[in-house]
Nanobody, 115 residues
């Protein structure tokens, strides 16, 4: 069983930045593929960014050049640095861990981009 806890969400003005963090449990964190997803009101959950156990990254086109995903295996943490935020980035952001056995999700953290 893997538990994930997100933090770092909040209210930010357009053009601002936020850094989301995901704390994971489990002995094999270094083997998990980690990801960030988001869900806006009335929309389906969508992929934002992923990072493999080897450090390869993938981004949604809408966030390329603005968001950066990273991980710290020693601390069992994953991060999402979000810059140049736009109102359309407003959503609940979820951390995901993909293991051999199953996918795990955090409870989500709200990000609101508004002036």
């Amino acid at each position: 069983q893997v538990q994930l806890v997100e933090s770092g969400g909040g209210l930010v003005q357009p053009g601002g930045s936020l850094r989301l963090a995901c704390a994971a449990s489990g002995s094999w964190f270094r083997l998990y593929a980690m990801g960030w997803y988001r869900q806006a009101p009335g929309k389906q959950r969508e992929l934002v960014a992923t990072i493999t156990s080897g450090g390869s990254t993938n981004y949604a086109d809408s966030v390329k050049g603005r968001f950066t995903i990273s991980r710290d295996n020693a601390k069992k943490m994953a991060y999402l640095q979000m810059n140049i935020l736009k109102p359309e980035d407003t959503a609940v952001y979820y951390c995901n861990a993909a293991t051999v056995q199953a996918d795990y999700w955090g409870q989500g953290t709200q990000v609101t981009v508004s002036s």
